[in-house]
């Protein structure tokens, strides 16, 4: 589990593809503290740590993942947000993520507001249950509300220290980010659906 704050922005260093899958190296600081079989989000895709070095770690991601996320798009040298598992013993500042992508969204719109960015994505029709203002949702692993929902797009308020402190100073109109809906709302609404 993972509270979407990211601890680092990575960067692909190498991608070699494996029978379908990818496996995708990643120069971090983040490196030298983590362990072979360690979870990492990337992006907000939970990936486990196969090798590393005290530079480099290396994950493998399979065609399901690479199926329901956008990380088949990495590129060599892109940024990547990172962070590793939640520890117990520590505050939780953003919400509960499982690093479980429910699906990808697409920007529409990236636009300078005063002091803040307001990002528009727009999501496929299946997940619009799940989008709630003031809610909580999970883009490229990074914790963010919803400030405001209309049709099949959301907007977020990003802060300054969010945009320079994560992958989204490099997004643009059309580029696929990695979405995971509150988990509390997929919890009610399977409840639901399995009382009509």
């Not at 963010?144 to 049709?151: C, G, N, Q, V």
Request: proline content about 1%; some cysteine; charged content about 30%.
């Amino acid at each position: 589990m993972f509270t979407g704050i990211i601890e680092d922005l990575g960067r692909i260093s190498q991608i070699n593809t494996l029978n379908g899958g990818i496996e995708i190296s990643v120069e971090s600081v983040l490196a030298k503290a983590l362990e072979v079989d360690d979870s990492i989000s990337i992006n907000g895709v939970c990936q486990t740590v196969i090798s590393k070095s005290s530079e480099i770690f290396t994950v493998q991601a399979v065609e399901e993942t690479l199926r329901k996320t956008s990380l088949g798009e990495l590129r060599k040298a892109e940024l990547v947000n990172l962070e590793r598992a939640l520890r117990l013993d520590t505050r939780i500042d953003g919400h509960i993520i499982q690093g479980h992508v429910d699906t990808t969204g697409t920007v529409t719109k990236m636009e300078k507001e005063g002091t803040n960015w307001l990002l528009t994505i727009r999501y496929p029709d299946a997940f619009k249950d799940l989008i709630v203002g003031r809610g909580s949702i999970t883009v490229d692993g990074i914790s963010l509300t919803i400030a405001r929902e209309e049709d099949l797009e959301f907007t977020l308020a990003i802060i300054p220290y969010t945009y320079e402190h994560t992958n989204l100073k490099t997004k643009k109109e059309k580029d696929r980010v990695n979405l995971e809906f509150d988990i509390i709302g997929k919890y009610v609404q399977r409840y639901m659906q399995n009382r009509r």
